[in-house]
């Protein structure tokens, strides 16, 4: 499907007088025309990835309250900062947050670039982000693409070939559309027509400011795009959780290394997480102290974006003079609050309270 020059015209301002219209009010938007403040549209384009709007609410808000602006981010303990983001998960995001407020407070005297290449070259600012932030923060013609883009965009021009091979083809294809004036406004309209209208299930054609040209609406097809290619099946993997209880009550917990998966969090110490059939004794032979092990009944599942873990966890009991090893801390249960602890340790922690 070919759009006229005219055509393009008319898709554009159809989409914003939409937008001007329909918009939705999210704390980290400014109104349309209104200037946006770059370090709220960063923030809330980090925190937005693999994470619904409704959870980012009040995360935006607290880390916006706690540190207004990206210098005092910048000056925050990166302990500090992850334990904030506890619950949104993939805490990669986190440090690399950190690293990048850093980076703009000291590179670039605390004002973010304002190009999409100048962006890029932030820790943590990929592609699409680098786009969305140039596009929302400093209305230049940028287009970032992500999933409710990418379904609006397929469906317009019925693109059938499945995800992810026909990225390229939606991005040159929005690219085109993308209008000199207003980008930002325009990116977000899309953003909102993808959340509100073209829905993954069931689009609302009827209401839809392109439905006129949507190819997707005139053969049937839009509610099936865009179409996925079958995914392999997560392999899972197992490893054990050390429990380990003081006679006064408190537990040993300690800090994960910087880099790798849950990198800086806290953690009931655990052994390296193995292919399923990988020999126990291994494992059972990394466990922070030799002592008495009793396994505790049940194990602990979590889904991580590549695996699925299933966690078996071992308990002792020990005297309170045992030192709690390298990056390792005694806590009570109720001091594990105050330590950035991710959903799976969560877990192991309230699977081992029940279960003993
Ligand atoms: Fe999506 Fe329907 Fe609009 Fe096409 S007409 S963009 S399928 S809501």
């Not at 925050?76 to 980076?103: I, M, P």
């Not at 005297?109 to 890029?120: I, M, N, S, V």
């Not at 959780?241 to 408190?250: L, M, P, S, T």
Request: charge should be neutral; proline fraction near 9%; include cysteine.
């Amino acid at each position: 499907m070919h759009f006229t020059d005219q055509e393009i015209i008319t898709l554009r301002q159809t989409m914003l007088e939409w937008y001007d219209r329909h918009h939705r009010t999210l704390p980290w938007r400014s109104e349309p025309g209104d200037t946006p403040n770059p370090y709220h549209v960063w923030l809330s384009e980090i925190m937005l990835q693999q994470t619904t709007v409704i959870t980012v609410g009040p995360y935006f808000a607290a880390f916006l309250n706690r540190w207004p602006t990206v210098t005092d981010l910048a000056n925050a303990e990166l302990d500090d900062v992850l334990h904030a983001w506890q619950g949104l998960g993939y805490y990669a995001r986190a440090r690399n947050l950190h690293k990048c407020a850093k980076a703009v407070a000291s590179d670039y005297d605390g004002k973010f670039p304002d190009t999409e290449e100048g962006l890029l070259k932030l820790p943590g600012i990929g592609p699409y982000t680098a786009a969305a932030v140039s596009a929302i923060a400093f209305n230049r013609p940028s287009s970032p693409v992500d999933g409710n883009i990418e379904r609006v965009i397929s469906r317009l021009f019925a693109l059938e070939t499945p995800l992810p091979d026909v990225k390229p083809e939606i991005k040159e294809k929005s690219a085109a559309l993308t209008p000199p004036d207003r980008p930002g406004d325009y990116a977000q309209a899309l953003m909102d027509l993808g959340a509100t209208i073209c829905t993954p299930r069931n689009p609302a054609c009827g209401i839809c400011p392109w439905q006129a040209f949507c190819d997707g609406r005139k053969t049937g097809i839009a509610p099936e795009l865009p179409r996925k290619r079958k995914k392999p099946a997560k392999p899972t993997r197992v490893g054990y959780a050390f429990w380990v209880q003081r006679d006064d009550g408190q537990i040993l917990i300690r800090r994960r290394p910087e880099s790798g998966l849950l990198g800086g969090l806290y953690e009931v110490p655990g052994s390296e997480w193995r292919a399923i059939d990988a020999p126990d004794q291994i494992m059972k032979d990394q466990a922070p102290i030799n002592a008495d092990w009793q396994e505790i009944s049940g194990t602990v599942g979590h889904t991580f974006t590549h695996f699925h873990l299933d966690v078996s966890v071992l308990a002792t009991k020990v005297g309170n003079d045992i030192a709690p090893g390298p990056d390792g801390v005694w806590t009570s249960i109720d001091g594990l609050a105050d330590y950035a602890l991710p959903t799976v340790m969560k877990k192991i922690v309230r699977h081992a309270l029940k279960n003993l």
